[in-house]
């Protein structure tokens, strides 16, 4: 869902809209490519890069056509893939060539009304595998296909308002602030761990201050050192919380 | 009548326990502490907080987080009218005339009227909790899956005609919520739903995780774009002359008085709650003062009658929490993720399996509000201290303090990774003028909405005319549907954008 953020900053002209939808229309494919990268290194387990780029360009260009057209053996039911390109990309495709013709009165609404959409495209494919209702009861499934039906209809009717009501438009993101809280979670995840709470806190506090240009670094390092002590005392010994403090190869 | 007071009183035994008092000033002043600085809200505070009652008993853990809860009103007003910035989206409207009675120097007087309007409301809600909590686990009794079904549509309803901005996107944030709930083990079956074979997700997405990703760090990211340097027009001459004066007095008792019910009722109701009471009290009194013009330049109503229905309305929210289980708000769901930690399920049940707890934590809370009204008022001149620390050092702290908070919930790095998603959605949804509100209390009623929904149809073998043909559940969804017809209607339409204005103008 992450990589449904970046909206352009300014997108006035309905070709730019355009293409970012189609962007999103393939946003699960490409995120399942870049995600199989990892599987050469050994990280991970699922198919390899070429795998799913054969998969998905087979499904987006052969099999889902197919399908429509009715080739398809009917009792057999469709591989995931295909159901991606059929539930998923298919209708923002539609979208995407729509937009072209469109004039968009509320850049904000309308944007927000089909990322929307796609997220509720995307929640129906991702329960189709799911049981329905079968006789009375509720299957797993009945649910979320219920609410994503839902969802769908109700971003179609914001993004039709973005249509036909004047709004505002997409408004101005900034890079830095993000960029950098962002880069300061990560690293917090990612060293919590290994490093221990000691170190993380202290760096990730680092990279979170560099998300503005007001910062002073001695304030900074001094805040940032009494923080560290602070939290390093009260979790693990005020609150009792397990947590390691100090990296493992240091405490080894 | 009897019973109440023997409930009362035995409440008060518990709460007076000298652990559970550490823990009421505890809550209290951290909640003021919250409420105080902007940038850092009740539900961020309240997710963060909660590993820490891991390591504390059920009773005192509770009496914290409800002393967080309503703490926060009260410093919110203190910054509003001393700086005219909100530390809290409750103290909102009472920045308007607050603020400007300070510029007046009239500080001292709103800082009281804000206080004891605050203190008179959280009395009056108290012995409501007390008087209403019994009959309201009785009628608990008589519902049914259908009728807990049709409450929660209800709830939802509420929610989508208070939340502020167009009725579609409230909905739409609301089935939002509604689907992130589903990610996860099915409830009954057991079927792995939505969550892509990654194992960290088998267990559903935590509501704490969510609600710290859209509610707090997506308000650090939104605050950097403006720059950290906020403008900050400081009162700084010395407050002088804390007691209004007999006029103060007269003229605030009914909007005192006029708050205090407002804020209670729209407490009690599902989808309600602090921030739609202040809003809802500000409008009722420009509505029916003889001068509305006075409002917006230093009127005492104006602090008054929003601070007393925050105030009642933080914690009568309490009540559909305590009696039938079902939170209100997206804080009130935490308070049930607090409860589940210690092994209670939140239901008609507590007030008879737990009376330490349920007695204890109402006593507690006039407790709480006597400790904040007198530690409060001495303690003005630290909390405007406090607001010097400049946003670029009081930002990377409350990433890295929610960091570690969301960590040790689970000792879990994913969920500190899924929060930073989250945080990058919400920021997304802001720009797009979505609310986050309505989404976490989707993802809160989900799962109950769904198990309830499953369980009716099963009872009525799949009739779905179960839900208007039992006459409480018919009543309440047509409640909800005559909710939804008026709020969409123009006329309507545009009182409720003018209640909404209220905070720009």
């Known amino acids: 869902m992450a990589d449904t953020m970046g909206q352009p900053a300014t997108a006035t002209r309905n070709t730019r809209v355009a293409l970012w939808i189609l962007v999103l229309a393939l946003a699960p494919q490409i995120f399942e490519l870049i995600w199989s990268i990892g599987t050469i290194v050994g990280w991970g387990s699922g198919r390899g890069p070429l795998q799913v780029l054969v998969a998905h360009a087979s499904a987006l260009l052969a099999g889902a056509p197919g399908a429509v057209f009715g080739s398809h053996d009917a009792k057999k039911a469709f591989p995931p893939d295909v159901l991606l390109a059929l539930i998923y990309s298919y209708p923002l495709f539609a979208v995407a060539i729509v937009t072209l013709f469109m004039t968009v009165r509320s850049a904000q609404d309308y944007v927000g009304g089909i990322v929307l959409m796609a997220l509720g495209l995307f929640a129906l494919w991702a329960s189709s595998d799911l049981q329905g209702m079968h006789g009375f009861s509720f299957g797993a499934g009945t649910a979320p296909r219920m609410f994503g039906v839902l969802l769908v209809a109700l971003s179609v009717a914001i993004a039709l308002t973005g249509l036909l009501s ?26 919590i761990r290994p490093l221990g709470l000691v170190v993380s806190a202290f760096t990730s506090f680092l990279i979170a201050a560099m998300g503005t240009h007001e910062t002073r670094w001695t304030e900074t390092v001094i805040v940032g050192a009494s923080l560290t002590l602070g939290c390093a005392l009260l979790f693990p010994y005020v609150l009792g919380l397990p947590m390691p403090m100090f990296p493992r190869f240091l405490v080894q | 009548m009897v019973d109440l007071f023997a409930n009362l009183a035995h409440g008060f035994v518990v709460a007076l326990s000298p652990v559970n008092l550490l823990m009421c000033l505890i809550g209290a002043l951290v909640g003021t502490l919250v409420g105080v600085l902007p940038g850092i809200g009740t539900i961020a505070t309240v997710a963060m907080l909660l590993p820490i009652t891991f390591g504390l008993p059920p009773v005192g853990a509770l009496i914290m987080l409800a002393g967080i809860y309503y703490g926060a009103q009260y410093g919110g007003s203190t910054t509003s009218i001393l700086v005219n910035i909100p530390g809290e989206a409750t103290s909102v409207v009472t920045a308007i005339d607050g603020h400007q009675m300070a510029r007046q120097g009239r500080a001292g007087p709103a800082l009281a009227i804000a206080a004891i309007g605050s203190f008179f409301a959280g009395c009056v809600a108290t012995v409501l909790i007390a008087v209403l909590g019994a009959p309201l686990t009785k009628l608990a009794l008589a519902f049914g899956p259908a009728e807990y079904f049709s409450l929660m549509v209800l709830g939802l309803i509420f929610a989508v005609v208070l939340a502020k901005g167009s009725v579609l996107k409230a909905i739409a944030m609301i089935v939002f919520g509604l ?74 008792t009914p909007a005192i008085l006029r708050g205090t019910v407002l804020g209670s009722i729209l407490g009690i109701l599902p989808g309600g709650g602090a921030v739609i009471a202040s809003f809802a009290a500000y409008t009722l ?144 949804l802001i720009k797009h003028d979505f609310e986050p509100a309505p989404l976490l209390l989707g993802m809160v009623l989900g799962p109950l909405m769904e198990e309830n929904l499953r ?51």
């Not at chain 2, 079927?191 to 960290?200: D, K, T």
């Not at chain 2, 559903?204 to 859209?214: N, P």
């Not at chain 2, 349920?358 to 509000?369: E, L, Q």
């Open chain 1, 166 to 191: 004047e709004g505002a438009g997409l408004s101005h993101y900034a890079w830095r602030g993000p960029l950098f809280v962002m880069a300061s979670i990560l690293f917090f995840a990612l060293a």
């Open chain 2, 179 to 252: 689907l992130l709930s589903m990610v996860g083990s099915d409830i009954e079956t057991g079927a792995s739903r939505m969550a892509f074979n990654i194992p960290e997700l088998a267990d559903g997405l935590g509501f704490a995780t969510v609600a710290m990703g859209v509610f707090g760090f997506a308000e650090i990211i939104r605050n950097l774009d403006a720059g950290a340097e906020m403008n900050r027009d400081l009162v700084q001459q010395k407050i002088t002359g804390l007691m209004p004066t007999k006029k103060d007095l007269i003229d605030s």
């Open chain 2, 285 to 428: 009194e420009k509505k029916v003062a003889k001068n509305p013009s006075r409002f917006g330049r230093g009127a005492i109503e104006g602090v008054a009658a929003p601070e007393s229905a925050n105030n009642a309305a933080a914690q009568t929210s309490f009540i559909p929490l305590l009696t039938l289980g079902i939170p209100p708000n997206a804080v009130m769901a935490l308070m049930v993720g607090a409860m589940t930690i210690h092994g209670i399920v939140p239901g008609p049940q507590v007030m008879q399996k737990q009376p330490d707890l349920v007695w204890g934590m109402i006593a507690s809370m006039w407790i709480g509000n006597l400790m904040l009204i007198i530690i409060n008022l001495p303690l003005v001149g630290i909390w405007v201290r406090l607001l010097r620390v400049p946003y670029r050092l009081m930002f990377p702290s409350i990433v890295i303090f929610c960091a570690i908070g969301i960590y040790s919930v689970n000792n879990a790095p994913v969920d500190v990774i899924l929060a930073g998603v989250f945080g990058l959605i919400g920021y997304w």
């Open chain 2, 455 to 505: 369980r009716a149809l099963l009872i009525s073998r799949g009739d779905w005319s179960v839900f208007v043909t039992r006459p409480l559940s018919a009543v309440l969804l047509a409640i909800a549907a005559g909710l939804l017809i008026l709020t969409v209607l123009p006329n309507l339409r545009a009182k409720r954008d003018e209640v909404f204005t209220e905070s720009e103008s």
